[in-house]
């Protein structure tokens, strides 16, 4: 079974995927970190994230060793793997990484879930469940800014509230595989919930359609 979990920034659909795989022994996928991988490798070799060759190059070398770099979450790392993912060589090159993990989940799980922007709609377009995390931008950069200070980097909210939107619009707006529900995703907005209310939303959706 494939559970597809899509959503904007910050918007709380790493947090529910990681709990939906605990709760259900599924093996767990956070996507943006192939894109991040790729982002941070380009620019550790002084290479540009627009150089689309470059970046084409390092994602067709990708190991799973990559996904485990300290760089991945920075601000910076971000903004770059936003332009990255608009590259229609880098999203081929990671497609069949990210197939071949939803077929066939390490370590015998009996499923997977993957978060991302384009899981449901392209990645797996056939996963038996399809979920679509959002919440307003403001909650999601207020969140995004308190993320940022207990890890130390130095921001202001206007700042993160600025980049929220750029990235979004440049997520949305991009010609291949842009952030979009799936005709066949339940939309769940996270504005007011928390982890656990969330966690049980998506159960009561899940549910809902049979899967467990
Ligand atoms: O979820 P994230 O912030 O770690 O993702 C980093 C970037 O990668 C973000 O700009 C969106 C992009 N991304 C994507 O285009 N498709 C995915 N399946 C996952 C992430």
Redesign the pocket.
Request: charged share 35%; glycine share 10%.
């Given at each position: 079974m494939i559970i597809a979990v899509?959503g904007p920034?910050?918007a709380g659909?790493?947090t529910l995927a990681r709990a939906l795989a605990a709760k259900l022994g599924f093996a767990y996928l956070?996507?943006?970190?192939?894109?991040?991988a790729v982002?941070a490798l380009t620019l550790a070799a002084g290479q540009a994230p627009d150089d689309e060759t470059a970046t084409e190059a390092v994602a067709r070398r990708l190991s799973p060793a990559d996904l485990e770099r300290d760089d991945?979450?920075q601000e910076a790392v971000?903004?770059a793997?936003?332009?990255?993912?608009?590259q229609g060589g880098v999203?081929a090159a990671?497609l069949d990484f990210?197939r071949r993990f939803a077929q066939e989940p390490p370590a015998g799980a009996k499923g997977a879930v993957?978060?991302?922007?384009?899981?449901g709609t392209?990645?797996c377009p056939d996963a038996e469940a399809k979920l679509f995390v959002t919440a307003s931008p403001e909650v999601r950069a207020e969140r995004r800014y308190r993320e940022l200070l207990a890890r130390g980097e130095e921001t202001i909210y206007p700042r993160v509230l600025q980049d929220l939107k750029e990235?979004d619009a440049?997520?949305q707006a991009?010609a291949v595989?842009p952030?979009k529900p799936a005709d066949d995703a339940a939309v769940l907005d996270t504005s007011e919930l928390d982890s656990d209310a969330a966690l049980q939303a998506a159960m009561q959706i899940l549910q809902a359609r049979g899967l467990c």
């Open positions: 899509d920034v910050a659909k790493g956070d996507t943006g970190l192939l894109y991040r982002a991945l979450r971000g903004q793997a936003s332009k990255v993912a608009a999203r990671l990210q993957l978060d991302g922007r384009d899981i392209v990645v990235r440049r997520d991009r595989a952030l």
